[in-house]
């Protein structure tokens, strides 16, 4: 036999039998509403952060307090034996890269130990300009001599050999930072190195500076050392220029040519530098154009390109 429910139960369910139902449904919603709500439930816990990877810093930096940041300690400057391994690594593809009738379209920077590109246009462009401006210094002669300053290992050695006719001489001097030179000497024993600007005393048809003239933190008084070294043509290439500011001081970190340095550079007003090649007298027979920029956030230009100058002394 069944219990009997509870005496409270028994009251409760009496007292809904004599109460209207109208009226019961207003005491069961006002005893709801006096019921105290239930606790909120507890929050689920925040997912911890991800662990942000700090930015790298950027390949280029305008440097807006000059040449004082050589104090500095990570702008090692290009006198490093990481550069001077990283070209010895590359040498044997850039070798292969000029051989036989292929495009000239070989960046050195860029040259890998395992991979050959021809087909840079960039590079082609660059590579045959310079050719053109070897054909003029060693026109109507059977030997012609070339300082190439800051020629680092001496890429431009077997560009010359490449492009020049039969019969033509070749006397290459090479001027660079004596980490550079040593190396030189051993992938180019026949050629001659130097590792300090005595080789300016001397006179050469062509003076080759390319990518090196803003390194020079007085660039006025090298251009002009330069250009007294120049029997023929000196050739100022692969120079960032500036067209609308004055000239002013970036700072390039090249870890992704496989060169563990950083320095600083600049990019030289253009105005600035055909006025002090006119002083020099030095004048101008032809600029060219390179398909080159770089971008410093915050420099008075950006991006900045790079331009050739082909100047002859006039003495």
Known sequence: MSERPPLAARVRLFVKMLTPPVVWQAL????????P???PPEPEPEPA????EPASPPEWEYVPEG????RDPSVKGWDVEAIAAANRAKWPAYLEALRGAAPLGVYH???TSDAVDVYDHAAHNMLVTYAYVLALAAHGSDRVSVLDWGGGVGHYEVL?????????E????????PALVAAGRELLPHATFHDDD??????YDLVLVSGSLQYSEDWPAQLRRLGAAASRYLYVTRLPVALRSESFVVLQRAYAYGYDTEYLGWVVSRDALLREAEEARLRLVREFLLQAWFSAAGAPEDPVEHRGFLFRPER
């Open 160 to 168: 010359s050999r490449a492009v020049l006719p039969p019969g033509v």
């Open 37 to 39: 709500a239930p606790p």
């Open 49 to 52: 952060p991800a662990p942000v």
């Open 28 to 35: 069961k919603a006002a005893k709801d509403r006096l019921r």
């Open 109 to 111: 920077e860029s040259v």
């Open 67 to 70: 040449w004082e940041r050589r």
């Open 198 to 203: 005595s080789c300016l005393d001397g006179s």
């Open 170 to 177: 070749l006397d290459y001097h090479c001027k660079d930072v």
